[in-house]
Structure formats: C-alpha cells, structure tokens
C-alpha cells in the first residue's frame, strides 16, 4: 500500500467516527417516532435547521470548496497533503464539538436498531462503491490525486443526507422487520396458547390505564402469583418480550397495557394476548392527531371488548359517555363502576376526601351489597376511578373487599403519575411527567391548587398529540393555570403559545410567567424561584423528538 492511499484511508476514519454519530442522532429520532417513515419525514421536515447545524455546513462547505479549488487550480502532491490535514482537523473538530447534551430517552440498541445500523452502512458502502465504479483506479499520480480530491468532495453530500439513507434503511429493513415481528409474535401467540390456566387482563382507554394496571397488580399480587407489562410496555412487540422472557405457567394473571394510535392496534394485540377480562378507562382526545376524530378513538378501543373471551368480562367507567355508549354495544357480560348515577354501578364509590398523600372513600359493591372505607396512598381525586376500577377486576377474580382494603394499603405511589417527591430545600414536587392529556392536566392542577404551602409553581410544555384541539386544550390548560398558579415555567418557546395565550386572558401576572428553550433551562430557572415550602408541579415531559 502506497503512503498516499494509506493517509486516504487514515483521513477518511474520523469521517466514518462523525458519520456513526449522526447515524445514532436521526436513528434515535426515527425510534422516537416508532419507525413510522410518515413520522420520521414530517420530523425531518419540520427540523431542518436541527440537523443542518450551522458548524457543520460551514466547515463541510468549507472543506468541499477548497478540494474543488485544488483539483483546478493548484493540483500537486503538497497541496493534496495540506488538505488532508485540513480535512482532518475539520472533522476531528465537528466530532469533538456535537451536540452532547443529554436526553430524555436515549437511544437503545435493540436489535432493530442495530440491523438499521447495519443496512444503513451497507448502503453507504453501495454509494461510495458506485462513485469508485465512475472513478476507477489509475496508475498517473495526477490522476489518482484528482480521484481522491473527488472522493472526499463526494463525502460531503453523503454526510449531508444522512437522514435520507436511514429512511431508505428502514425502507429496505421493512420486510426483514415484517418477518422478524412475525417470528416473535407466532412465538409468543403459541406461548400464551400453551398457558389455558392463564387469565389474561387487558386494559385501555385515553388515559388511566397505566394506572389502572399498576394498581391492579398491586391488588391481585399479594394472593396471586402475577405479572403485568412494565412501564408503558404496550406495543406488540414490547409485548412479545414480556411474554417470552418473563411470563411463565407459575403466573395465574397477566396484565396488559395496550396503547393505540391507529385502527387495529388493540386487534392486533388481543390476538396475540387473548384476553378474557378487559377494562376501558374513558375516551378523550389522547392520540386525536392519528386517529383523526374521537369515533375513530371509540371504535378502536372497543376492539378490545370485540375480542374478549366469550365467556370473559368488559368493565366500563360508568361515569364516561362514550363509555357508557360502547356498553350497550356488548354483548358478553360487562360491569360498570363510577361515582355518579350510583343506581346504575355494580362498583361505586361515595363520601369521598383527598389529602395530602392519601384519597379515601366508602366502596359499595351491588352484587352483594357489601361495603368498606378504601385508604388509597395517590394523589388525585381522579385516581378513584382507577382504584375502582382495579377493584372491579379483582373481584371477578375471586378476592372480597376485606381482601382489596390492606392490599391498597401497600400501594406504592405510580412513577411519574402524580408522583410525590420531597426535594431538596424543603421544595415539594409533583412529578407528573408521564402525563399529557386534557383530564389528567386539569386533575393535576386540581391536585396543586388543594396542597398546602407556599407558591404553587407550575413547570409544563403543554400537550401534544391532540390533533385540531391542541390549541385550544392547551389554552384551556393556560386559563386553569391562572387560577391556580404563583409561576408559571414553560418549555418550549412555540409550542406553548397557546398556554401563554390563556394565562394573559386570565390577567396572569406577566412577572411571574417565564418561557424556556429547554427543561434544562426551566430547571435553572425554578433553582432561582422557588423557595422553602413552595409547591412544583412537574406537567407532562415530552420526549427529545419535540424538542424545539
């Protein structure tokens, strides 16, 4: 190997090191937005200005430039040597200086991102064979320096469209992924098949079914051996890895979260689950800007009650409309719980009172009866529901009310749900992150407007995902702000206009209300702000994909 195509080959490593990070950049974007190429583009094309960082065009331009100025005008072999140098030295500099601050949800290298990866190397390795194929290799030096000026210029543009050659990977990868998701979903499908002593507990809804999970797992577990899907497990594949790599014939329950964002998503889940028992929590707004319209959202929850068991169980949020609307359309046994209309509930509860850390009430059951004083360690009126709607499960499954009573007095507090945390300097914070919906947001300032304490501070980037009605919720959310609300801290200069607007229509002090690029920036601020015995509300986090 001549010392010429070796010094080629060592300037072109730092290149492949930068090339590997932005590769990692826009594959965590496209596993942020669930693979969906629709998604990925509209991100792509709303954030332009992200991945054309100002740095790095300029000095990749730069480097371009000064390669076309050599290859015309002053072409030798130590001109050739002094670009290399700079070319060196330019991207040693765009790598050391990237953007290293850290996110939210980092990328995880499943083994579908590392076959992305892999493909999208493979088609890097298709454009630059097809640029050697247009440039062979020659014997003159003269010529073999002009291929090389021309191979680093083309390396430019191949940088640039690093977010083009990972959509077109995911393209090429989708039959690979079609196959791959099949393997594990026939495989799981026949694991629970196998499992006829399994019952299986699905629940859904706009919002509450995380919380309807946790806690119904907290009431079945102390008297069954049970498993629910962890965190916000609740796509077919996060699915499929619960049930091949924990659930076992030990389990006499499993519970499942099933998120949707389109028609067919809770189908395609119960046929993989088969459900006997399945809750529907309420229907909202959540999810409006992919399912398009709230029919649309009712139909594809009621997908779940569809493809119940024919001898199994739908239990409704009584208090719900539409819930109560999907009821008459069931035509297995189904059971209703709520706090209104209590003639009409097979589960209600009554004389309710919330304090600090604790919700408490009377729980009467009409089948047989029955009543008892729930003690319930949340935060959040709303939070009765699904307390009640978890009770309304484990009495299917055989346990009493004297059963649920000391269970719910083990119950730990949700993560990021209306999550009680004692900071540092006597501050006291909500953290309800994990929550961005209409319901949920209003409850939470319920919650904050009902503590005791000092200033009552609220940092939130508002909520997305609402479709048409994300203005106007988000400046619903702006207008109860102000009634409740000392300071307001908000994340994201254009996304919370309309909570901006509803704090100014409300007269809100405009002292007291701070805009922020970042929640870092929102943290430094709160540090300033608040004092001893002030109250935080953290309201909903979103993750790195919309940040501004």
Not at 122 to 130: D, G, I, M, Y
Not at 308 to 316: C, M, P, Q, T, V
Not at 424 to 438: C, F, L, R
Request: contains cysteine; positive net charge; hydrophobic residues 45%.
């Amino acid at each position: 190997m001549d010392i010429v195509l070796l010094l080629v080959i060592t300037a072109i490593c730092p290149w492949l090191i930068m090339l590997f990070y932005k590769a990692c950049f826009t594959l965590h974007i496209l596993q942020l937005e669930s693979y969906k190429n629709e998604q990925y583009t509209s991100w792509i094309l709303s954030n332009l200005k992200k991945l054309a960082i100002i740095s790095e065009l300029s000095i990749l331009s730069l480097l371009a430039g000064i390669s076309l100025i050599i290859y015309f005008y002053y072409l030798n072999i130590n001109t050739f040597y002094l670009f290399l140098v700079l070319w060196t030295a330019g991207i040693s500099f765009l790598i050391y200086n990237r953007d290293k601050k850290p996110v939210k949800k980092p990328l995880v290298f499943t083994a579908r991102v590392i076959r992305l990866m892999i493909i999208f190397w493979l088609v890097l390795a298709a454009e630059l064979s097809f640029f050697i194929w247009l440039h062979p290799y020659a014997y003159s030096q003269q010529v073999k320096l002009k291929n090389y000026l021309l191979l680093f210029f083309t390396l430019v543009p191949l940088t640039l469209i690093t977010p083009l050659n990972i959509l077109l990977a995911n393209y090429l990868a989708a039959p690979l992924e079609k196959a791959v998701k099949l393997f594990y979903f026939k495989s799981a499908q026949r694991k629970i098949r196998d499992m006829p002593d399994l019952t299986v507990i699905a629940v859904t809804g706009s919002y509450g079914k995380t919380s309807t999970k946790y806690i119904t797992h907290s009431l079945l577990s102390p008297y069954y051996i049970t498993l629910m899907t962890p965190e916000s497990y609740n796509t077919p594949m996060g699915i499929c890895k619960v049930i091949r790599g924990q659930l076992n014939r030990e389990h006499k329950y499993f519970i499942v979260e099933m998120g949707a964002r389109q028609a067919g998503d809770i189908k395609e889940l119960c046929e993989l689950v088969n459900p006997k028992i399945g809750v529907i929590t309420a229907i909202g707004p959540q999810h409006l800007e992919t399912f398009g319209s709230i029919d649309n959202i009712i139909n594809t929850k009621f997908e779940l009650i569809e493809h119940l068991d024919k001898n199994g169980l739908a239990i409704f949020n009584g208090d719900d409309p539409n819930c109560r609307k999907m009821a008459q359309r069931t035509t297995i046994p189904y059971k209703l719980y709520g706090i209104k209309d209590i003639k009409t509930l097979d589960l209600y509860a009554c004389d309710i009172t919330t304090g600090r850390q604790v919700i408490k009430f009377k729980t009467c059951c009409k089948d047989d009866g029955k009543s008892a004083d729930f003690s319930v360690p949340l935060l959040g009126r709303h939070n009765t529901y699904n307390v009640l709607a978890a009770a309304t499960v484990a009495l299917e499954c055989g346990l009493h009310l004297s059963h649920i009573v000391p269970a719910l007095k083990l119950l730990n507090p949700i993560p990021h749900r209306l999550q009680l945390i004692q900071g540092g300097g006597g501050i006291t914070i909500i953290d309800d992150a994990y929550n961005s919906n209409p319901r949920g947001a209003a409850e939470a300032l319920t919650v904050l407007q009902d503590m005791d304490g000092g200033k009552k501070i609220l940092v939130t980037p508002g909520m997305v995902e609402l479709g048409t009605k994300e203005f106007e919720e988000n400046k619903k959310f702006g207008i109860k702000a102000a009634e409740v609300c000392d300071i307001v801290i908000l994340v994201g200069k254009k996304r919370t206009i309309p909570i901006s607007e509803g704090l100014k229509e409300s007269l809100f002090p405009k002292e007291n209300l701070f805009v922020t690029a970042s929640l870092t920036e929102a943290a430094a601020k709160l540090k300033q702000l608040a004092k001893t015995g002030d109250i935080v509300l953290f309201e909903n986090d979103l993750p790195d994909n919309y940040d501004e």
